[in-house]
C-alpha cells in the first residue's frame, strides 16, 4: 500500500501554521476505497485568523499598493513553476477525485496554467485608469482592487477553478482566502507551495481545506469583500444568503443541464467524437459545462442513437492512472449512488437505455458508473431536467429547428452548449437564439481569454478574459475640477 501523505499544518497568510482544532480531513481514493491522505479541517478560528492576515495585507501591506507590472511578475512565476510541477499536479488530483490520468493533465493542470496565461494577457492591455469628459466636467475612473476575496472552489476540477478566481483576483490587487473542497485538498497545497517560492507577500494568499459549514461562515464574514464560488446549485444558494448579510459581492459559477444540437445536415463522424468528448470524457461526466441533453432530428434519430452507443459501449473505464482510461471513478460513494437512483429514476419514467446502466463488471472496488445513454427521452423527465454529474446523456427527438432551440431553453439552466452543422453561419444563428453562456458551433470548448459563467440558475457573473478580471475591481469616480470659462 503506498504510503498515506500526511499534512499537519494550514498555509495562512503565507506561513504554515498549526490549525486551531484538531480535526482533521481523510482522502479516500475513489479507485482503491483507501485512505490516502489526512489535513487538517480549518475552523472558524481559523478563518477569523486568515480574514484577518488577508485584511491587514490588503488594507496597509505592499501587494495592492504594488504596480500592475510587478504584481504581474509574481504570477508570471506562479504559472511558470504550475507548468514546471504539472504532471505532480495531475497525479495529486487524479488520486483524490479520480479524474483520468490523461484529462487531470490537459484539462486539470494544464487548463490552470492555460488560464493563468490568460489573465495575464487580459490584465497587459488594462487601462486602470481613465480620463474622460463627462456631462458637466472632466472625470477621472479608476479601478480599484476589491479587496479581500473567499474564493470557494469545488472538487471536480479544483485547479480549473481555483485559476479562475486567484489569477484574476491577485493580478487586481486582492488578497485571497481559498477554501478548497474536503474531497480534493492536496493540490491546493502544492499550489500554496508554489506562490510561496513565486514570492507573494505576507498575508495575500491562505488556503483553509473545509467543508460546507467553514464555507458558509467564511462567505458571512465581515471581513470578506467578495466571494466568488463554482459548485451546485442548492450550495450556490446557500453562500448568497450567508453573504448577503453584508451585502458582500458575489460571483457564482453553478450547474448545467446543456443541450447538443444535431442539425439535419450534421456530419455525424466528427459529432459523435466531440458529444462523447463533452460527455462522459469530460471528466468521466463530472462536468458543469457537459453536453447532458442531446437533441436530435426525428429523421435522423436512430443513426444519431447507432454511433453514440457504439462509441459509449467503445470507452475504457478503469484505473485512473492508466493512460488509456477515458472514464474513471466517480468522486465519492455518495455520487456514485445518486447516479444509479437517476438511471432507476430514468427507467422508471419510461426511457431507454441504449448503453450501460450500472457497475461495471469486474470491478470489485471504485465508485464506477458505466457510461450510460438513455433514449427515448422528453425534455420533462427529471434525467433531463436536473442535473445527475456523471456519465448519464440523455437522447431527445425534435421535430423541427425552432423546436430544437425551444427545448434547448426549456431548462433551468443555462451554462453550456453545442450545435452541429455543416453550415457554420447556420449554427451561429442557432447559437445567438439559445440562451446560454457558451456555445460550441462544430465541437465542444471553453476558451480562457473569453467570458465563462451562466444563464439563469446556472450562475451570476463571469470568469476568464477580461470580464472576468473586471469582476474583481470596484470603479472610483474623480471629478475632477472644470476649467474656467474663457473670455
Keep these: 500500500m503506498a504510503q498515506i501523505i500526511e499534512h499537519d499544518k494550514l498555509f495562512i497568510g503565507g506561513r504554515w501554521v498549526e490549525p486551531a482544532g484538531a480535526e482533521t480531513i481523510e482522502v479516500v481514493s475513489p479507485h482503491t476505497e483507501q485512505l490516502v491522505a489526512r489535513v487538517p479541517h480549518a475552523t472558524p478560528a481559523d478563518v477569523d485568523t486568515a480574514v484577518a492576515t488577508a485584511r491587514e495585507a490588503f488594507d496597509h501591506g505592499p501587494w495592492p499598493r504594488m504596480t500592475l507590472a510587478e504584481r504581474a511578475e509574481v504570477v508570471i512565476r506562479i504559472k511558470d513553476t504550475l507548468l514546471a510541477r504539472h504532471r505532480e499536479m495531475a497525479e495529486l488530483i487524479t ?11 490537459r484539462g486539470q493542470a494544464l487548463s490552470a496554467v492555460g488560464i493563468f496565461g490568460a489573465a495575464l494577457a487580459a490584465a497587459d492591455r488594462l487601462q486602470l485608469e481613465e480620463e474622460r469628459q463627462g456631462l458637466t466636467g472632466p472625470v477621472l475612473v479608476r479601478r480599484q482592487p ?17 485559476a479562475g478566481k486567484l489569477a484574476p483576483a491577485l493580478l487586481a490587487g486582492c488578497t485571497v482566502v481559498l477554501k478548497p473542497s474536503p474531497e480534493t485538498p492536496l493540490d491546493s497545497y502544492l ?15 491562505s488556503v483553509l ?95 444519431v442513437a447507432a454511433g453514440l ?69 422528453t425534455n420533462d423527465m427529471r434525467i433531463a431536467r436536473e442535473e445527475i454529474f456523471g456519465p448519464v446523456v440523455c437522447l431527445i427527438r425534435y421535430e423541427t429547428e425552432e423546436d430544437a432551440v425551444r427545448i434547448a431553453n426549456d431548462s433551468d439552466y443555462g451554462l453550456s452548449g453545442a450545435v452541429f452543422t455543416a453550415d457554420v453561419e447556420r449554427g451561429t444563428e442557432i447559437a445567438r437564439r439559445v440562451r446560454t453562456g457558451t456555445l460550441t458551433v462544430n465541437g465542444f470548448r471553453l476558451d480562457p481569454a473569453a467570458p465563462f459563467g451562466g444563464f439563469k440558475k446556472s450562475g451570476i457573473g463571469r470568469e476568464f ?20 470659462r474663457q473670455p
Excluded at 456514485?336 to 448503453?355: H, M, T
Excluded at 478574459?465 to 474656467?484: M, R, S
Aim: charged letters at 15%; proline letters at 8%; aromatic letters at 6%.
Design 465 to 484: 478574459g477580461p470580464e472576468g478580471l473586471a469582476g474583481y475591481f470596484e470603479y472610483q469616480t474623480v471629478n475632477l475640477p472644470v476649467p474656467p
Design 309 to 377: 452507443t457504439a462509441a459509449f459501449a467503445a470507452l475504457k473505464v478503469g484505473d485512473p492512472m492508466d493512460p488509456a482510461t477515458v472514464v474513471g471513478p466517480l468522486v465519492t460513494k455518495n455520487q456514485q449512488q445518486r447516479n444509479l437512483d437517476y438511471i432507476r429514476i430514468g427507467q422508471e419514467e419510461g426511457a431507454k437505455i441504449l448503453a450501460g446502466g450500472g457497475v461495471p463488471t469486474g470491478r470489485p472496488t471504485g465508485w464506477y458508473v458505466e457510461p450510460t445513454l438513455f433514449g427515448e427521452v
Design 191 to 205: 499550489l500554496a507551495e508554489i506562490c510561496d517560492q513565486a514570492g507573494l507577500p505576507e498575508g495575500v494568499l
Design 146 to 162: 476589491i479587496g479581500v476575496v473567499a474564493a470557494v472552489v469545488p472538487w471536480n476540477v479544483p485547479q480549473f477553478t481555483i
Design 209 to 303: 481545506p473545509a467543508d460546507r459549514e467553514t464555507s458558509a461562515y467564511l462567505a458571512s464574514h465581515p471581513g470578506i469583500d467578495k466571494v466568488a464560488f463554482t459548485g451546485s446549485v442548492g450550495a450556490g444558494k446557500a453562500i448568497m444568503a450567508a453573504a448577503a448579510q453584508n451585502l458582500t459581492r458575489v460571483s457564482l459559477e453553478l450547474g448545467g443541464k446543456s443541450a447538443a444540437i444535431i442539425l439535419d445536415d450534421a456530419d455525424l463522424s466528427a459529432a459523435v467524437p466531440a458529444i462523447v468528448g463533452g460527455t462522459c470524457a469530460a471528466n468521466s461526466g463530472q462536468a458543469c459545462v457537459a453536453l447532458t441533453r442531446v437533441l436530435v432530428p426525428a429523421s435522423r434519430y436512430d443513426e
Design 95 to 105: 488520486l483524490q477525485n479520480g479524474s483520468p490520468i490523461t484529462f487531470s493533465v
